[in-house]
């Protein structure tokens, strides 16, 4: 670990050109036994070197635990996986207070999230009073209970997998939830090839298990992490990013656009990318390309438009084509600071 003299718990930023090379390693490892999911694994882990949580949201069977448990790996976090029931309670999540005899009095027992990146599968399956149990874990790093507050271990991350195809039985996320997700992708079903791939290597293996070993600790992540928040963004980049946010508002279809933290998101996940592709700085295709899987979930539509089958991903792809961008940035080359 490389240590800031002038701080023990932040950890020196890491260059540009070795925050990529890492970052490919990890995607490198995670893709030998997660197949076809190259595109959303990079924006998953883009999210994380940003600081946010990501939202899986799709149908059963393609991995998504897979994945979240491989990446967990590959960058050194405790991984810990809750499966969302509908009596799920949220002491379950959080954890309480037990008696202990030993020393006659109440002490405090962690719940599942105290871990590096907690799993929340199929959390549209729980009541809305536990979901919200994650909101305070999500946006401050800590959870409260009966009044007393415990901070959550650093990093800190929330992947959470949802069912879109299934209705009963199940609480769909509330707005201000959803809004807590930095991103929400969809994994969709490989091609035949990738298919058989997945069949091959599960007979290779000779068991059920997947296994690969980290490529980073958790303090080398959080070198990344803060070398990412060192690269500077111009201001024609955050303009384009309000711009598209802004744009959102104003659409025909929707009803509450996004908000100044959907921006914000759009940024942050934009210069993530960027800086796993080699860069520090960020292009108008860095924000174009993570655009739909930030801004989407963030749209509530009208209820002309819901009725009539409009889907928020099309608004945001509309509006990416048309909604003007900056002025070409990034001429210079990776490695040097942007003026």
Known sequence: MIVDPATTDRPRPLPVREVATLAEAILDRVSTVVVGMREPLELALATILAGGHVLFEDVPGLGKTLA??????????EFRRLQCTPDLLPADITGSFVYAPAEADFVFRPGPVFTGLFLADEINRTSPKTQSALLEAMAEGQVTVEGRSFPLPVPFHVIATSNPIEYEGTYALPEAQLDRFMVRLAVGYPDTAGESRVL?????????????????TAETLRAMQTGVEHVDVDPDIAAYCVALAAATRHHRSVQVGASPRGSQSLLLVARAKAVMAGRDFVIPDDVKAVAVPVLAHRLSLTVQAWTGGVQPTQIVTELVNTVAGPPVVGTRAPGRTAS
């Open 68 to 77: 979240a448990r491989s990446l967990a790996t590959a960058i050194g976090l």
């Open 200 to 216: 091959l290597a599960r007979i290779a293996r000779h068991q059920e298990r997947a296994v690969i070993e980290p490529v980073v």
